[in-house]
T-cell receptor, first 114, second 109 residues
Framework: DADVTQTPRNRITKTGKRIMLECSQT?????MYWYRQDPGLGLRLIYY???????NKGEISDGYSVSRQAQAKFSLSLESAIPNQTALYFC?????????????FGPGTRLTVT | AQRVTQPEKLLSVFKGAPVELKCNYS??????LFWYVQYSRQRLQLLLR??SRESIKGFTADLNKGETSFHLKKPFAQEEDSAMYYC???????????FGRGTSLIVHP
């Protein structure tokens, strides 16, 4: 089955460390997204990418950077992790070329910054 | 700017009772609205979209442009409906979604 996968699924890191979260998809979708989920705050968009050469900031991009290495891969980096970046991170894709805009989510990465 | 409001953080009902999860939106154009569901320890998945006018797992949602609402309803809740529900608005142009903060539905036996 075509899918959206994320690695790692869980990560504990220390304040100040650089960390990368990876997302891969076999759906052939053009758009990819990174969200963070916090209790009571719902899903907030960090970055999104229309295609390999088109990357855009979302609502809460400060402290994060991304790289779209290929149509199928979209990585999220925390340059210097801080405790308030502890959250559940989701990658998602959508296929706008078919006129369908629903989001397909990965399983999530639980990040803890100590 | 577009906004999605889900006024209830938590909704608790008993099995067999009707359930309504509220979603209000703020958007000047013609919206596309979705409901996503996240069951315990699972990824978010699409439940339904307003343009389909379909019923999924007994849930329906009607877009009310006058009240700018897209409430999710089910006449008889089941325990397996217990999950986190997110309303999402897709605005025209770039079609980037805006999510509400979510409502946690708990259905007691």
């Amino acid at each position: 089955d075509a899918d959206v996968t994320q690695t790692p699924r869980n990560r504990i890191t220390k304040t100040g460390k650089r960390i990368m979260l990876e997302c891969s998809q076999t759906k052939g979708h053009d758009r990819m997204y990174w969200y963070r989920q916090d209790p009571g705050l719902g899903l907030r968009l960090i970055y999104y990418s229309f295609d390999v050469k088109d990357i855009n900031k979302g609502e809460i991009s400060d402290g994060y950077s991304v790289s779209r290495q290929a149509q199928a891969k979209f990585s999220l980096s925390l340059e210097s992790a801080i405790p308030n970046q502890t959250a559940l991170y989701f990658c998602a894709t959508s296929d706008t070329r078919q006129g369908a805009y629903e989001q397909y989510f990965g399983p999530g990465t639980r990040l803890t910054v100590t | 700017a577009q906004r999605v409001t889900q006024p209830e953080k938590l909704l608790s009902v008993f099995k067999g009772a009707p359930v309504e999860l509220k979603c209000n939106y703020s958007y000047s154009g013609s919206p596309e609205l979705f409901w996503y569901v996240q069951y315990s320890r699972q990824r978010l998945q699409l439940l339904l979209r307003h343009i389909s006018r379909e019923s999924i797992k007994g849930f329906t949602a009607d877009l009310n442009k006058g009240e700018t609402s897209f409430h999710l309803k089910k006449p008889f809740a089941q325990e397996e409906d217990s999950a986190m529900y997110y309303c999402a608005l897709l605005s025209g142009g770039s079609y980037i979604p805006t999510f509400g903060r979510g409502t946690s539905l708990i259905v007691h036996p």
